[in-house]
């Protein structure tokens, strides 16, 4: 496999680790059981994140956002809350999805690596040398397929869309700044974001 692409998305991520290499590895066997690109629009694919809040490894999704092009921007990933390291990846032409789950196949070899017992005594990740984030993120890069991830088979999947992409920006009549028309809410006589409006959402 191409290392660049993994440099590019701790680049993107913005630092080295273990969970956005394995996020990386899991959205290229997405793609590639989908035979699909990664996406620059959000009509393609769709993607689903098992990934929880507040949880360690949720750099996970940043690997998968990074290599399929499915990202909070465009709207088309979603984060099911359920703490997994999984994903769902959906094409919405021609209906059809694949979920890739993290195998712990080399989870014990990341543990013991220099860089997690330092993490482990309390050393922040940017007093660490980078060979030694490196050489953590490369157990799982370099790992066999099957010791990292298990992949799932091709499935249907039905795709409906619940509401086209709503166009168009107004000024919110309190603050001036920009917002999406859906998102503007009636106060009296006049038309406010939603933290002016006082509504919570
Ligand atoms: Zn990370
Ligand atoms: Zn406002």
């Given at each position: 496999m191409?290392k660049?692409?993994?440099?590019?998305?701790?680049?993107f991520?913005?630092?080295?680790?273990?969970?956005?290499?394995?996020g990386?590895?899991?959205?290229?066997?997405?793609?590639?059981?989908?035979d699909?690109?990664?996406?620059?629009?959000?009509?393609?694919l769709?993607?689903?994140?098992?990934?929880?809040?507040?949880h360690?490894?949720?750099?996970?999704?940043?690997?998968?956002?990074?290599?399929t092009?499915?990202t909070?921007?465009?709207?088309?990933?979603?984060?099911?809350?359920?703490?997994?390291?999984a994903?769902?990846?959906?094409?919405?032409?021609?209906?059809?999805?694949?979920?890739i789950?993290?195998?712990?196949?080399?989870?014990?070899?990341?543990?013991?690596?220099?860089?997690?017992?330092k993490?482990?005594?309390?050393v922040?990740?940017?007093?660490?040398?980078p060979e030694?984030?490196?050489?953590m993120?490369?157990?799982?890069?370099?790992?066999p397929?099957?010791?990292?991830?298990?992949?799932?088979s091709?499935q249907?999947?039905?795709?409906?869309?619940?509401?086209g992409?709503i166009?168009?920006?107004?000024p919110?009549?309190?603050c001036?700044?920009l917002?999406?028309k859906?998102?503007?809410?009636?106060?009296?006589?006049?038309?406010?974001?939603?933290?002016?409006?006082?509504?919570?959402?």
């Open positions: 191409d660049e692409v993994l440099k590019k998305a701790f680049e991520h913005g630092h080295i680790c273990w969970a956005s290499a394995a990386v590895r899991a959205g290229l066997a997405a793609l590639r059981e989908l699909v690109q990664r996406t620059g629009s959000s009509d393609e769709h993607c689903k994140v098992e990934i929880g809040e507040n360690g490894a949720q750099c996970f999704a940043d690997g998968v956002q990074y290599v092009g499915c909070l921007g465009k709207g088309n990933i979603e984060k099911t809350g359920w703490g997994k390291l994903l769902t990846l959906i094409d919405k032409k021609i209906e059809k999805a694949v979920r789950s993290y195998k712990p196949g080399r989870h014990k070899m990341i543990a013991e690596s220099s860089f997690m017992r993490r482990g005594q309390g922040p990740p940017t007093q660490i040398p030694e984030a490196w050489e993120a490369d157990i799982v890069w370099e790992a397929e099957s010791e990292v991830l298990t992949v799932g091709v249907e999947y039905r795709w409906e869309d619940d509401f992409e166009m168009g920006l107004t919110c009549s309190h001036g700044e917002v999406s859906v998102y503007l809410r009636v106060v009296g006589e006049k038309h406010m974001c939603i933290p002016c409006s006082g509504y919570e959402r």
